[in-house]
């Protein structure tokens, strides 16, 4: 059994597999944004070092108890996921620097078996490639490596922080019922 991951522990930015990890470039609104979506292993990602550092800055910016508890992914959860292969990671690259990713497990609907799901547990893009289409590329060609995996219904969740449910609106989603959190 391998040992559990610890990602969230602070890292150099120079990896024990490469050269330091590629900077992500700050943009004016009028530049172009050229980015390379794909589909990507979770075990690599997390290797490289390249996720983690954009892992931090997703909770930072919307996680609503980051004044409460520290951030503790189950990345053993993760990892099985991936290893089996029910774990779709879509990514976003601005050359070589990670700017974005869409978690995303794949499975039957927990309350309608018959029918191949898709639940999007994390979304992310990097502040500085949130320009023109990238946010609505990102989720659109997730979309779309989910629908030739065979998913017919993708879930999604947001933080109330976030503001993507105008993207999800115009990509066709609909509000179907709303998470609560208590702590106790």
């Known amino acids: 059994m391998q040992a559990p991951v610890r990602p969230l522990q602070p890292q150099s930015s120079k990896t024990q597999h490469g050269p330091a990890l590629s900077p992500i470039k700050e943009r004016s609104d009028r530049e172009t944004l050229e980015l390379t979506y794909q589909r990507e292993r979770l075990e690599?990602?997390?290797r490289?070092?390249?996720l983690l550092p954009l892992l931090r800055q997703h909770f930072k910016e919307t996680d609503p108890d980051a004044k409460r508890t520290n951030v503790d992914v189950n990345w053993d959860y993760y990892l099985?996921?991936?290893?089996?292969?029910?774990?779709?990671?879509?990514?976003?690259?601005?050359?070589?620097?990670?700017?974005?990713?869409?978690?995303?497990?794949?499975?039957?609907?927990?309350?309608?078996?018959?029918?191949?799901?898709?639940?999007?547990?994390?979304?992310?893009?990097?502040?500085?490639?949130?320009l023109g289409l990238a946010g609505y590329k990102l989720l659109r060609g997730n979309e779309a490596l989910l629908k030739e995996l065979g998913v017919q219904k993708i879930l999604a969740s947001r933080m109330l922080s976030q503001r993507t449910y105008i993207l999800f609106d115009r990509m066709g989603y609909c509000p179907e019922e709303v998470l609560y959190g208590k702590w106790l």
């Open 44 to 46: 690599k990602l997390l």
């Open 48 to 50: 490289d070092g390249e």
């Open 80 to 130: 099985g996921a991936d290893r089996s292969g029910s774990l779709v990671v879509y990514t976003a690259r601005d050359g070589a620097a990670l700017v974005g990713y869409v978690f995303t497990i794949i499975g039957p609907h927990h309350h309608k078996q018959s029918v191949p799901a898709g639940s999007i547990t994390m979304y992310w893009l990097h502040p500085a490639s949130r």
